[in-house]
């Protein structure tokens, strides 16, 4: 094993994992099957994740449902795993902290789960890369001397001891409570506080409702985020007050690639618009996790409507086509090598767009366009097996280096993010750890790279991520007892620059007769509240589409 700890390089081990983990089954549809007719419902929902779950919520008391998810198990981009009864999650982990009256406060309320979240404010951490905090010293310095209350901090005393040892033994990594950083960020959090959710809170996708205007929403979704920091000549045409009166400095810089790198985007490719919004919800804003992150709602959701009668949820169900017929709909999908269709008066469509393309016939050519220019990035998730936990009381961190500068071979699946289990988890007894790296792949030359590369090479490279992870929390590589590794092919939607003020993803959207949907291609694999959003506004619509065509209001109602 490598083991940096000791100075000496060992050879690899030999982990029990030797693939990638999947979540969907080898689905081989054959032209010539029978296909068998298997019922009649209100409401075919398709897709499983968090928007269907949603959906499926919001229709329960009244309408035969049926949803259908190609996954091995619901969640979707909302989804967790054990290991020796410790929760983890292997997709979307950390969500904004919510307002009673918003959309995803009410389904908390329903669900019972209502201020039951860890925050992970006071327990975040930040990796700072050695080389780079040394090189950025002087900017550090000056952001104390201008709070000069932060220097009685011990923490800041302690931090640039180590960061001395670090230099010494060429440790990669020196780690730090992300508030000890807050004098750093102080004008650009100052900045973002205008943007808040009391305030002028940017909306994915904009709508009329939007603190916003339109025109303004217009001139900061032209430009890009760096263009708003960075370029003078840009800034000068844009409404002084919605404009930082500061220079950004190299390692703020770093700071916001990192955040926004975990979303698959970056300063010169995101707009300014898009990129307020995350970095007021993920850099400045509190976040709040439930133990195996956000696959915790998506159960709770799964559980509870499974006890309802009017619910059916089916796995391993691929969707083959949709068509429509006398003012119903045909949905033809492959399960266990079967070939089955179902009827219904009404679709949600709760799965990616670009699965729509296909399976949907007669899209409208407009809003066909539109799917196609909706962008996904590829996205990698590493689970870390360890003998003992470390950080068990810190919800994780922000790896902060430059990554121009760095060679690693793959250095186009870095991780930009380590999270702990057993802080998400924290009933389970301290035996066994989990570190979990996010990978995500953001640029758009590097997307197909995943499904191309050996396991074994990702997974080395994973090995050597760790190490230096490890090293900064003071452990031994030989902790480490397994490594997965998991793929999201096309799992994170990004939104390029001048594509929220024309529409893109709205009109993507669009309803069509008794066709709905709820997946509104929200932006990052974290987003769950676009998705919660979405699910709510697509069984509303078909609520009021199942009123208006047929007799009885509420049809098939059940006690639930």
Not at 358 to 370: D, F, G, V
């Amino acid at each position: 094993m490598i083991d940096k700890t000791g100075g000496n390089e060992k050879s690899i081990p030999l982990f029990p994992s030797n693939n990638f983990e999947s979540i969907y089954d080898d689905f081989q549809v054959k032209g010539s099957q029978a296909i068998e007719h298997v019922g009649e419902y209100d409401i075919v929902i398709v897709g499983g994740g968090i928007s269907g779950l949603t959906a499926a919520w919001q229709v329960r008391e009244h309408y035969s449902t049926l949803l259908l998810d190609q996954g091995n198990k619901l969640g979707g981009n909302a989804c967790s795993n054990q290991w020796n009864d410790l929760r983890f999650s292997t997709a979307g982990t950390c969500f904004q902290k919510p307002l009673l009256e918003s959309d995803v406060g009410k389904l908390l309320m329903d669900l019972d789960l209502w201020n039951k979240w860890q925050e992970t404010d006071e327990d975040t951490l930040v990796l700072f890369n050695t080389k780079e905090l040394i090189k950025n010293l002087n900017e550090v310095t000056k952001s104390l001397l201008k709070q000069p209350s932060s220097l009685k901090n011990p923490s800041i005393y302690a931090l640039s001891k180590n960061l001395v040892t670090n230099l010494v033994t060429k440790k990669r990594y020196v780690a730090a409570p992300k508030k000890l950083g807050d004098p750093v960020f102080i004008e650009l959090f100052k900045y973002l506080e205008k943007f808040t959710p009391s305030n002028k809170h940017p909306q994915l996708p904009w709508h009329n409702n939007c603190q916003w205007s339109r025109e303004e929403m217009e001139l900061f979704d032209s430009i890009s985020l760096h263009d708003l920091f960075c370029n003078h000549d840009i800034r000068r045409t844009l409404p002084k007050e919605l404009v930082p009166s500061y220079k950004i400095g190299s390692l703020v810089i770093n700071s916001i690639e990192t955040t926004l790198r975990v979303e698959c985007l970056s300063t010169k490719s995101v707009s300014a618009y898009v990129g307020i919004y995350f970095l007021v919800g993920y850099l400045y804003g509190t976040l709040v996790a439930f133990p195996g992150g956000n696959g915790y709602i998506s159960e709770q959701l799964e559980r509870n409507l499974s006890s309802c009668k009017n619910c059916t949820l089916q796995s391993k169900s691929k969707v083959i086509s949709i068509t429509e017929q006398d003012n119903n709909y045909i949905i033809r999908y492959s399960q266990q090598n079967q070939m089955l269709e179902v009827k219904a008066k009404s679709v949600i469509w709760a799965a990616p767009k670009y699965s729509a393309i296909n399976a949907i016939k007669h899209i409208p050519t407009n809003q066909l366009q539109a799917m196609k220019a909706i962008k996904h990035h590829d996205y990698c998730i590493a689970g870390v097996f360890l003998n003992e936990p470390i950080w068990p009381d810190k919800f994780g961190g922000y790896l902060i280096e430059d990554l121009t500068s760095c060679t690693d071979t793959n250095i186009w699946c870095k991780a930009g993010t380590c999270l702990v289990a057993n802080w998400q988890d924290p009933g389970y007894p301290d035996d066994y750890g989990i570190i979990t790296l996010l990978k995500p792949i953001a640029n758009s030359q590097d997307q197909g790279k995943l499904n191309k590369i050996d396991f074994k090479d990702l997974q080395l490279s994973v090995l050597s991520e760790v190490c230096d992870i490890l090293e900064a929390a003071g452990q031994s590589s030989q902790i480490i007892k397994d490594i997965k590794i998991w793929r999201w092919n096309q799992g994170l939607v990004i939104s390029e620059i001048g594509q929220i003020k024309n529409n893109i993803f709205n009109l993507a959207s669009s309803p069509n007769k008794g066709l709905f949907f709820a997946n509104q291609d929200s932006i990052g694999i974290g987003n769950i509240e676009s998705a919660i959003y979405a699910g709510n506004w697509a069984a509303t619509s078909t609520i009021a589409y199942l009123s208006n065509h047929y007799n009885n209001t509420i049809p098939n109602k059940q006690a639930v």
